[in-house]
T-cell receptor, first 107, second 112 residues
């Protein structure tokens, strides 16, 4: 099956800093989602990004399907950005989640 | 904005008891899923459901698990005889097809 690797596994940022989270995957994919799991455990959809770049406020994502990676950029981080960020490419018709990047933003 | 809703948000059950977790997918979606997340671990696929039947299931989804769409709106996951290791967050998701999937807020199941 597909392998998904996310880096870094843990990240601590000062409020206001920028960061880049990476997701590498082993198979070619035709879509990919990024999620934020907040401290209450909810999975929040961030991006559905098969390829190219999308932006939503302070967040943006880029997927280069031919090179099998996706990046999530967080700019001007806030404490509410804390949580775990998962990328999830498809496996068959389902999503295969990576192990996540745990982000802690300190004031 | 349409959303996937799950009930209950938290359930505590005794080992060996049956539990039913409930989900109301987004109304015009056709594909429904259950995932689980053991505390501190990643989210794992359990089962997908389309056209009133299971379309795919993982190794985790053994005979203790079953899914049902009892009416036009609800989608349920039943665990027949719960074990301690079934303690996890269970997420329901839905989508229209091979497109963006939307997740419910989860049901935290604690087996004691």
């Amino acid at each position: 099956g597909i392998q998904v690797e996310q880096s870094p596994p843990d990240l601590i940022l000062q409020e206001g800093a920028n960061s880049t989270l990476r997701c590498n995957f082993s198979d070619s994919v035709n879509n990919l989602q990024w999620f934020h799991q907040n401290p209450w455990g909810q999975l929040i959809n961030l991006f559905y990004i098969p390829s190219g770049t999308k932006q939503n406020g302070r967040l943006s994502a880029t997927t280069v399907a031919t090179e099998r990676y996706s990046l999530l950029y967080i700019s001007s981080s806030q404490t509410t950005d804390s949580g775990v960020y998962f990328c999830a490419p498809p496996e068959a018709n389902n999503l295969f989640f990576g192990t996540g990047t745990r982000l802690t933003v300190i004031p | 904005e349409p959303e996937v809703t799950q009930t209950p948000s938290h359930q505590v059950t005794q080992m060996g008891q049956e539990v039913i977790l409930r989900c109301v997918p987004i109304s015009n979606h056709l594909y429904f899923y259950w995932y689980r997340q053991i505390l501190g671990q990643k989210v794992e696929f359990l089962v997908s459901f389309y056209n009133n039947e299971i379309s795919e299931k993982s190794e985790i989804f053994d005979d203790q698990f079953s899914v049902e769409r009892p009416d036009g709106s609800n989608f349920t996951l039943k665990i027949r005889s719960t074990k301690l290791e079934d303690s996890a967050m269970y997420f329901c998701a839905s989508n229209k097809g091979p497109t963006e999937a939307f997740f419910g807020q989860g049901t935290r199941l604690t087996v004691v």
